[in-house]
Structures are given as structure tokens and as C-alpha cells.
């Protein structure tokens, strides 16, 4: 059974950072690419990030770049968010999700979500 464990979390403000981990437990994580998404109050999931399996590919939402980067190691099976120049709208429960095809950047792409992690961010 894969279980998928998010942390890292917390209250902050605005243009502080947060690092994110996901912890994936079953199966095997290197085979396979994984995913950031978030939920806010009232709306849909949305992409945040995703890592090929080996970590050579990364995709980024728009709304992110150049502000958050995703990363993976292997060896711990865990990936990453770090996430920098947080804004209010990036307030939202952040999930990991395994990717089992189709395309990366929407939730039908992923299994095995974790229970998320919280981050909210003051203005």
C-alpha cells in the first residue's frame, strides 16, 4: 500500500519561505514522477510542480516559477517544495501525488494523495 506523508507547513508571511517534504512509503519512488498541487478554501486543486522520476524534467505553474523549485531524493524516497517569496495567495493545503500518466499539470494525472499540509500566508 503506498502511503504518501506530506510536512513542512506553517503560518508565515509574506516573502518569508517554507520547504515542504512528501514522504512516500509502498511501492517503489524512484519509478515514478511525482507532483505538487494545492487546494485553497472554495476552489478547485491546482498544479504546482512536477519532477520526472529521475528528477531531470521539472514543470513549473506558471503562478510559481522562478519563486518555488521542486526536488527529490530517491535514496530517502522523498520530494520536495521549497518554496521562497511566499504571497496571500499562495494560501492553500499542499498535496503530494504520485503520477500515474496522462497529463502532469492536472489531478486526474495522480494517485495516492497524501493528507496534506497547510500554509498560510499573512499580507
Known amino acids: 500500500q503506498v502511503r504518501l506523508v506530506e510536512s513542512g507547513g506553517g503560518l508565515v508571511q509574506a516573502g518569508d519561505s517554507l520547504s515542504l517534504s512528501c514522504v512516500a512509503s509502498?511501492?517503489?519512488?524512484?519509478?515514478?514522477?511525482m507532483g505538487w498541487f494545492r487546494q485553497a478554501p472554495g476552489k478547485e486543486r491546482e498544479f504546482v510542480a512536477h519532477i520526472a522520476k529521475n528528477g531531470g524534467t521539472r514543470y513549473y505553474a506558471d503562478s510559481v516559477k522562478g519563486r518555488f523549485t521542486i526536488s527529490r531524493d530517491n535514496a530517502k524516497s522523498t520530494v520536495y517544495l521549497q518554496m521562497n517569496s511566499l504571497k496571500s495567495e499562495d494560501t492553500a493545503l499542499y498535496y503530494c501525488g504520485r503520477f500515474i500518466g496522462g497529463r502532469y499539470n492536472t489531478p486526474s494525472g495522480y494517485s495516492y494523495w497524501g493528507q496534506g499540509t497547510q500554509v498560510t500566508v499573512s499580507s
Open positions: 509502498g511501492g517503489t519512488f524512484s519509478s515514478y514522477s
